[in-house]
């Protein structure tokens, strides 16, 4: 096996302490006060006491900043994705030409409780459809209807085909802002350095909501049983917060 300097658990699980167990090195981890699953800490050589009352990225950082002795940087993070300048296959988009100007709907989820409500989708997509094209990727067959449903009363909203995670990362890189909902995409959107609006059902974002890195901003909106309004998020959306954006904003009935 080959051998490491140090075994660094960010997670803190018990699945997987016992996978680092499985590398041979100095484990680190979080103590057993400062992690879901308590029992995971007796796994780690070394235990760290991190606040559990922070963001999950916080926490992370500073972990990594114990384990290998530098100072916690207090600084917002670079999540150092760079794409480079990929232009999608024309017949992966269906002959479809992306917008100059649109913004990514990440409207699904894996679970329906952190759906945001499709009228919702529709008022925002026609608030926004004089500036922002809506782009609308789908992952399953419900999600495209969704999207067809939604796309049908947008104007000029795009319906993209089902596509890789690469490829929908690369379109995301183009987008001028991404708005979605409780999912990995919403988090892949800010770590691609794209202004994001992250909006919670079912779930409350204090510690696991998207966290803007040291180029753009991010926003979560809503919580547990709080569904933010289309106006919420028309409200997010303005030159000071996005300057990449130019929005003019509406009243939006709910």
């Not at 699953?37 to 926490?59: C, D, L, N, T």
């Not at 993070?77 to 024309?90: E, H, Q």
């Not at 809503?222 to 904003?249: C, H, M, R």
Request: neutral net charge; aromatic residues 6%.
């Amino acid at each position: 096996l080959e051998a490491y300097d140090l075994v660094i658990d960010t997670q803190g699980l018990i699945k997987s302490a016992i996978i680092s167990c499985q590398a041979t090195g100095q484990k680190h981890g979080y103590d057993k006060h400062s992690i879901r699953e308590p029992f995971a800490s007796y796994f780690y050589g070394v235990k760290h006491a991190i606040s559990y009352q922070q963001h999950a990225v916080v926490r992370n950082r500073t972990l990594a900043a114990m384990s290998l002795g530098y100072a916690v940087p207090a600084n917002a993070p670079d999540y150092g994705i760079a794409l480079p300048n990929v232009k999608i296959p024309a017949f992966e988009l269906q002959n479809q030409l992306l917008p100059s100007h649109f913004f990514v709907a990440l409207h699904g989820t894996s679970k329906e409780s952190k759906l945001w409500p499709e009228d919702h989708w529709i008022q925002l997509g026609q608030q926004l459809a004089s500036q922002l094209v809506m782009v609308l990727p789908w992952a399953s067959d419900a999600e495209l209807m969704r999207a067809k449903r939604i796309a049908a009363q947008v104007p000029a909203a795009i319906v993209l085909p089902k596509l890789s995670i690469a490829n929908l990362a690369a379109i995301t890189a183009q987008a001028n802002i991404a708005i979605g909902v409780d999912t990995g995409l919403s988090h892949l959107a800010t770590a691609l350095d794209i202004p994001t609006i992250a909006l919670y059902t079912d779930t409350e974002p204090m510690r696991t909501g998207v966290m803007a890195g040291n180029k753009t901003p991010a926003v979560n909106l809503g919580g547990k049983q709080k569904v933010p309004s289309g106006k919420d998020v028309l409200e997010n959306i303005s030159t000071s917060l996005f300057p990449t954006v130019a929005v003019t904003q509406q009243t939006t009935s709910q």
